[in-house]
Antibody, heavy 118, light 110 residues
């Protein structure tokens, strides 16, 4: 049973860079798509983007200029960087797995809350 | 890329059936048979309930079913149970290999 665990700072200052890592255990990071999805407090889900194990990526156009997703297959981890954050980026950030691009997210992390505040 | 449209809330009594709609465009819901549905209980991560419009992952009750007509997909829950009370989100694959979610629907079991 694959497990995903997000990690990173829970507090980020405005204009700085949000950095999160998702560690995959109980299964290989190969042959899957790995996504980041966020949920502002009390609001709905927003797809941020994905990376394929080979390194190809796709990003939400509304965030594309600020987002980078990378992968470290040797350590079964993938990461999210979001630059120039504002209070609007405060959210619960989930990492998730899918066998196909941008859909059918069958395994999720528990989520990590990131607050943007000075 | 706009969010898919879902009703904010639906409700039903135990044993009844309810349907949640998810409306998109020909660039997402209408253009591909790649709609999925997620159940989210408070404080928990979402759980995949339906994928590729109408397929159920192993372990998901057959009380949950999905369908699509044109630009609108639907999730139907039959034999409503108290444990079904949760938020439900639809999601679709879109042009250029992107993903998009609906705004979410709160299901209340009366």
């Amino acid at each position: 049973q694959v497990q995903l665990q997000e990690s990173g700072p829970g507090l980020v200052k405005p204009s700085e860079t949000l950095s999160l890592t998702c560690t995959v255990s109980g299964g290989s990071i190969n042959s899957y798509y790995w996504s980041w999805i966020r949920q502002p407090p009390g609001k709905g889900l927003e797809w941020i983007g994905y990376i394929f194990y080979s390194g190809s990526t796709s990003y939400n156009p509304s965030l594309k200029s600020r987002v980078t997703i990378s992968i470290d297959t040797s350590n079964n981890q993938f990461s999210l960087k979001l630059t120039s954050v504002t209070a609007a980026d405060t959210a619960l950030y989930y990492c998730a797995r899918s066998g196909v691009a941008a859909r059918n997210f069958d395994s999720w992390g528990q989520g990590t809350l990131v607050t943007v505040s000075s | 890329q706009s969010a898919l449209t879902q009703p904010a809330s639906v409700s039903g009594s135990p044993g009844q059936s309810i349907t949640i709609s998810c409306t998109g465009t020909s660039s997402d819901v209408g253009g591909y048979n790649y709609v999925s549905w997620y159940q989210q209980h408070p404080g928990k991560a979402p759980k995949l309930m339906i994928y590729d419009v109408s397929k159920r992952p192993s372990g998901v009750s057959n009380r949950f079913s999905g369908s699509k007509s044109g630009d609108t997909a639907s999730l139907t829950i039959s034999g409503l149970q108290a444990e079904d009370e949760a938020d439900y989100y639809c999601s679709s694959y879109t042009n250029n290999s992107l993903g998009v979610f609906g705004g979410g629907t709160k299901l209340t079991v009366l």
